[in-house]
């Protein structure tokens, strides 16, 4: 019998020591302040014991402060096992917070009780983010229990707060510990995927969200000419925004997508009557893009738009930054991207290709740094929602493919 199918077997023989990992897991909600729970501490200390219990010594936890919580502070947890150090070390980084289970009448039962049916495990949390986090632990524990040789050290990395920002999470390891990954090392992010296994994400957009407030002047509206329309200067500033689609028009087939997009969303309200002059306007402009263009150069277009508009309508108008997230892409031709699309083949019979996507994950933080990061996962894609679930088969899978990519 191969290797790699010893490892297989390990992993399907292991189906329900995985579901039981799942149902304790479910059982310690990790909610973060912000959204009204307690954090992830309980469920960090039983996680922690059960890796022990697995004979994993090496475990290191660090701490971020947080007065928030009970304990005052958030827990990441890091498992170092080793391997030949030519080769740099390969992590897998899940998280061990959920978000909150929203409506209780939407679920069919207790949002953090386990209930296994048809082949998959209901709760809040099931697959965002512990089938990652439970497969990542099979996958190790199956190439240390068949005794085949690892390419490289691995590292389980579970982290604090990815739900809410990632503060006190991998933005706190990565500038509290800024030796933490080595030059060589790569990170797979087992957090984001498709429902056949396929989208391998190595890129993405650049997110800026920005806030513009106009600022004219209130009256009647029988007589106009006594004030300043902020209304009307806002919308011709929206029709500018707007013309940023065009102006920004490279295109990258990796993305879909495959153009930058800049989209008008939020908008607050002014008056609350018929009969008023607004005196001020306020919305929001979402834009997600290209990592080829720079944020610097669509900021400098949009200030030239604000410096028209003012002039034209007599209005004031500030710009607020309320997020700008840019990250380089990782490289198609990487060996961690080739091991993954060569495990996805053999697991689950189907092509990985790699893309970028428009939204945001913790991989761009990892990037920002120049750590390659992949994402990757097989997902049905039920995280935030009611009766989230995951599929078992799924989790076996996911288990499988992160172990054959240890041993290559």
């Known amino acids: ?68 919580v009970p304990q005052g502070k958030r827990p990441n947890l890091i498992l ?3 391997g030949p150090a030519e080769n740099g070390c390969l992590w897998v980084m899940t998280h061990m917070d959920v978000v909150p289970p929203g409506e209780q009448k939407r679920w069919e039962t207790d949002p953090f009780t386990l209930r296994e049916k048809d082949g998959k495990l209901f709760a809040r949390g099931t697959e965002d983010n512990q089938q990652g986090l439970v497969s990542s632990i099979f996958a190790l524990l199956a190439v240390r229990e068949t005794g085949v040789r690892l390419s490289s050290g691995v590292k389980l990395l579970f982290v604090a707060d990815e ?29 984001a995927g498709s429902s056949d296994g396929t989208m391998i994400e190595i890129a993405e957009k650049s997110i800026l969200w920005l806030k513009f407030q106009v600022t004219g002047k209130q009256c009647h509206a029988s007589l106009p000419n006594l004030g300043i329309n902020a209304f009307v200067a806002g919308s011709d500033l929206v029709l500018k925004l707007n013309g940023l689609n065009g102006l920004f028009n490279q295109q990258d087939v990796l993305f879909n997508p495959p153009v930058s997009t800049f989209s008008p969303t939020k908008k607050e309200a002014n008056v609350p009557n018929v009969n008023t002059i607004p005196g001020e306007d306020v919305f929001y402009l979402d834009c997600r893009i290209l990592p080829s263009i720079k944020t610097e150069q669509v900021l400098r277009e949009i200030k030239k738009m604000l410096a028209e ?20 892409p990782t490289r198609e031709e990487i060996p961690l991207v080739v091991a993954i699309k060569r495990a996805v083949k053999a697991v689950y019979g189907v092509d990985g ?28 894609s039920t995280a935030h929602m009611p009766n989230e679930y995951c599929v078992i088969q799924n989790m076996l899978g996911d288990a499988k493919v992160m172990a054959q990519v240890m041993i290559e």
């Open 309 to 328: 508009t003012e002039t034209r309508y007599a209005v004031k108008i500030e710009m607020q930054t309320l997020q700008n997230e840019c990250s380089p």
């Open 1 to 68: 019998m191969s290797d790699i199918q010893r490892i297989y077997d390990y992993i399907d023989n292991s189906r329900k020591r995985m579901i039981e990992l799942q149902r304790m897991l479910c059982a310690h909600p990790a909610i973060a302040p912000e959204s009204g729970g307690q954090g992830e501490w309980e469920k960090a200390l039983a996680l922690k014991n059960y890796l022990q219990q697995q004979g994993f010594g090496n475990i290191r936890q660090i701490d971020a402060p947080d007065k928030r």
């Open 163 to 191: 739900e809410t920002g990632s503060d006190y999470g991998i933005k706190y390891l990565l500038e509290k510990e800024p030796g933490l990954f080595a030059k060589n090392d790569c990170v797979l992010v087992p957090d």
């Open 353 to 380: 290709k790699a893309v970028g996507i428009g939204g945001g994950t913790v991989g761009a933080h990892l990037r920002k740094k120049a750590i390659d990061t992949v994402v990757w996962a097989k997902l049905e």
């Open 80 to 82: 170092d096992f080793p």
